[in-house]
């Protein structure tokens, strides 16, 4: 979800006012004991086919492919239950998927998938807290100003309030332990993880995208075309410092569109996604795509930058195939509030676009794909996070789209990539105010986990021939935006 600065300190995004809650003051950040029964199995009568494009589901009502089901649902709980303590990001290890939330996270025990149990919640305030996690540690993103890097921290200074990463230690994951926390410059909207190779592997490096600078800020001056590159050292994380700012847009800020013509302003990243296999990462950075080399994690290098000023609103996220031949970016046109998945705004704004990578590490644009499902105009809608599905020999890949649920999506046709299933919700109730639906969707060893805003963790199973041979494949850790070739079964 795209937040714009603004001088009074508030969080504006797409004309709604979202204020983050107050800490708790407690002295450590409060981890909720395991509790049973809070998972709930829907009801199979529940669920209704949403039909073809068009056909409206009700208030709250489930609407699946036939090849799709809602297996579980944990939904928010203290102290993640006022209206405002949405639900952001996953990520995955071993048996645990970790959920972010604006007040903190949530780590849940998916030994059995069916059943999820809640481990701990962590209350440590600073939107959005988009997470990752490697080893024992456990990484936010806070991407607000707060008035200390401390969980007790109230909202800072709009101009100097500290902004940045919060490190915990995860080995106990009933009790997580705060451990450090990096200032970054524009704060950390999202961030991504790059291991360390050779000499480093005992590191890992922080991708940290920012945006939104400010003439008044000391630490988000304009222009900011640039992110910062934090290392973390495995074994002693309160060690973790900034070690690069490099600028990624050497031009001053001014991108172009696919025929030279001048396209958006560039003031930073939305969120980068690395393959560093392939030595290959994927920047959207809200005016423009870039593909980039990161064969040095500490120095990345700009192989190209494409616009679309036609099609494109805010470049959001990227998903490579698994051989990095294509990748795949997202459009967050509105911002993520607004309903965009409607005939007037059309099949190529707030979608997906495929780019093929030629073997000279170009982007070339290949298809167009959005969700065909129409939705009503109190349904905020639009391309949002997602992963591969790993499938042998195809394309296949789950993606968010907020109040428009839950997609998979066959691109190995590139021109024409197309819906092979989905999940979804109706329209969120007048008193759960206008923000809902999944933030998240990513598969994960048999299952489709999606954070929705105000739901709380949905699990889901997809069954069909198309997606049979993923299961067979068992990931040990999953980021979505630090992509591996896939693992062995």
């Not at 979202?18 to 199995?41: N, R």
Request: aromatic content about 8%; overall charge negative; some cysteine.
């Amino acid at each position: 979800m795209r937040r714009w600065r603004t001088a009074a300190g508030a969080l504006l995004s797409a004309g709604i006012l979202v204020l983050a809650g107050c800490a708790s003051g407690t002295p450590e950040p409060s981890a909720a004991p395991e509790t049973g029964g809070s998972a709930t199995t829907p009801d199979s009568s529940a669920s209704a086919s949403a039909g073809l494009s068009g056909t409206a589901l009700k208030l709250d009502q489930i609407g699946t492919s036939p090849n799709m089901r809602l297996v579980a649902n944990v939904p928010l709980g203290a102290p993640f239950e006022r209206g405002e303590d949405w639900g952001t990001d996953l990520a995955f290890q071993g048996d645990y998927v970790f959920t972010g939330n604006y007040e903190g996270f949530t780590v849940h025990d998916i030994s059995d998938p069916t059943k999820p149990k809640i481990v701990s919640r962590v209350h440590c305030p600073g939107g959005q807290n988009d997470i990752s996690v490697t080893g024992h540690l456990l990484i936010l993103s806070i991407d607000e100003p707060r008035s200390g890097d401390t969980c007790e921290s109230g909202r800072g200074d709009p101009l100097s309030g500290w902004e940045g990463l919060r490190i915990f230690d995860i080995s106990d994951k009933a009790k997580p332990r705060y451990v450090k926390a990096i200032p970054t410059s524009c704060g950390s909207h999202t961030h991504t993880l790059v291991p360390g190779k050779g000499d480093n592997k005992d590191k890992v490096y922080v991708y940290v995208s920012s945006f939104g600078p400010l003439p008044g800020a000391p630490n988000c001056q304009p222009p900011h075309d640039s992110i910062s590159i934090v290392e973390v050292p495995l074994d002693a994380p309160q060690e973790a410092k900034v070690v690069a700012q490099p600028v990624l847009f050497a031009d001053g800020g001014l991108t172009e569109n696919e025929v030279g013509e001048e396209g958006a302003d560039t003031t930073g990243c939305h969120d980068i996604t690395v393959y560093p296999e392939k030595d290959l990462a994927a920047g959207a950075c809200l005016g423009n795509g870039i593909l980039m080399d990161i064969s040095d994690p500490v120095h990345p290098r700009v192989l190209q930058e494409v616009s679309d000023t036609e099609n494109f609103s805010i470049w959001h996220w990227a998903i490579f195939d698994n051989d990095a031949e294509r990748v795949v970016f997202g459009d967050e046109l509105g911002g993520g509030v607004a309903p965009t998945c409607d005939r007037g705004t059309g099949p190529t704004r707030g979608a997906d676009a495929v780019y093929d990578i030629t073997p000279d590490r170009k982007l070339r644009r290949r298809g167009f794909f959005k969700i065909p499902r129409e939705q009503t105009q109190s349904e905020n809608c639009v391309a949002h996070n997602g992963s591969l599905i790993p499938v042998p020999g195809k394309d296949i890949m789950v993606q968010s789209w907020y109040l428009g649920g839950v997609s998979v999506i066959d691109f190995s046709d590139p021109d024409r990539p197309k819906e092979i299933g989905y999940f979804e919700r109706g329209p969120l109730g007048e008193d759960e105010g206008g923000i809902g639906g999944s933030w998240s969707a990513y598969y994960y060893n048999g299952y489709i986990y999606s954070s929705d805003i105000t739901k709380g963790l949905d699990v889901i199973r997809i069954d069909d021939p198309l997606t049979d041979p993923a299961a067979k494949v068992t990931m040990k850790e999953l980021n979505a935006q630090t992509q591996t070739s896939y693992p062995e079964s």
